[in-house]
């Protein structure tokens, strides 16, 4: 067997019925090219791994990265790209809603030389969104286009596209900037690149998921929007933070709203309303940042527990070094809000790096 000239990263959760299905595909698609598999999987309940691992036992051409206490599909991506010694890899979904007759054209254009990537949009001329998302999907991908574009001047029609080929060298040499939480690689790589790659978009048909379900859920798009502020702002901020930030923001209005409701419903005096109103968005901050923030390292059961726990023992002292920090910088009345934003930013820095450590540690 020779060496691979392309390697196709698959990311998987839960595809154990796909996966044979797509290999088969790109037996039969892919003739005349040297090209391998290497299916990158998050530790999937449903048995995605052995599944991959009885094909790979039969086709030296499929591998397999079990991933465990690590999920995301950027960073099995980024992960699968690094695995690989192939000029160029490609990285496409396991549902079978890429087409993978595209793959023989994708690596044509970059074996001319013109293109560093190679990108299925399915906004250029003869693409199109198919039966592969919802009206309400297909609305919120627009939107989700439109903010990358206008934010990180990034010129692609299609930045959500998550089917593309570029060269390995490209790559390895963009990995250590990239973000190994979200789901938009494509648009990561190419953001971080900041306009140098020559890009080719070519057409392709989104089809219809086949079995499984999606892995997108609604809280993908705070987690989308971090890694748009990320980007926007140079990589000075971790998406992980930003994610935290929003995540945060949203308790603010859950306290608001607990507030008034304890003090008009529940007749209760302001302090004691006020600390029922504290922990009611202490709770909401956990569970939000639980399945967003932390989705890499997510508790479940009983560590939930525990970890809610020692959540409210963190934010609890980050209350104290939020008074203490404003109190150090409050000075003069005149700069009340300066103060004050010292102070909220000290006990948001201190909340994030305490949970970081404590309630979501890594294992």
Known sequence: MRAAE????????????????????????????????????????????????????????????????????????????LASSA????????????????????????????????????????????????????????????????????????????????????AEEIAPKLSAQGFKILLDIVSSFGGSLRIKELPFTFRERQHGESKLDTLVTLDYFGLLLAKYFGNAVSVRFLMFGMVGASGLVIHLAALRMFMVMGAFEFNVAQTAASFVAMTSNF????????????????????????FYAVCSVGVLANVGVANLVYLDPAYWWFAGTAGAVMGAVWNYAASSALTWRKN
């Not at 839960?14 to 005349?32: D, M, R, S, V, Y």
């Not at 969104?129 to 029609?157: C, D, F, H, P, Y």
Request: with cysteine.
């Open 6 to 81: 392309l390697s196709i990263v698959l990311p998987t959760f839960n595809e154990a019925q796909n996966i044979p299905i797509l290999i088969e595909l790109l037996n039969k698609t892919l003739h005349g090219i040297d090209w391998e598999v290497i299916v990158v999987d998050d530790n999937s309940p449903d048995g995605t791994t052995e599944t991959a691992r009885q094909i790979a036992r039969q086709d030296p051409k499929v591998r397999v990265i079990r991933r465990i206490g690590r999920r995301g599909l950027s960073g099995a991506c980024i992960e699968g790209m």
């Open 87 to 170: 000029t160029f890899v490609a990285v496409m979904d396991a549902d079978l809603q890429h087409d993978e007759a595209l793959l023989p054209q994708m690596i044509a254009e970059l074996r001319i030389g013109e293109a560093d990537l190679v990108v299925a949009s399915r906004k250029v001329d003869g693409g199109t969104v198919g039966e592969g998302l919802s009206k309400m999907r297909a609305w919120g991908s627009n939107i989700a286009n439109s903010l990358a574009q206008k934010l990180l001047n990034v010129t692609l029609s299609d930045p959500m596209s998550g089917f593309f080929m570029i060269r390995r060298e490209k």
């Open 287 to 310: 569970f939000l940042n639980n399945q967003l923030t932390y989705r890499d390292r997510r508790l479940h059961g009983w560590k939930a527990v525990q970890g809610l726990l020692t």
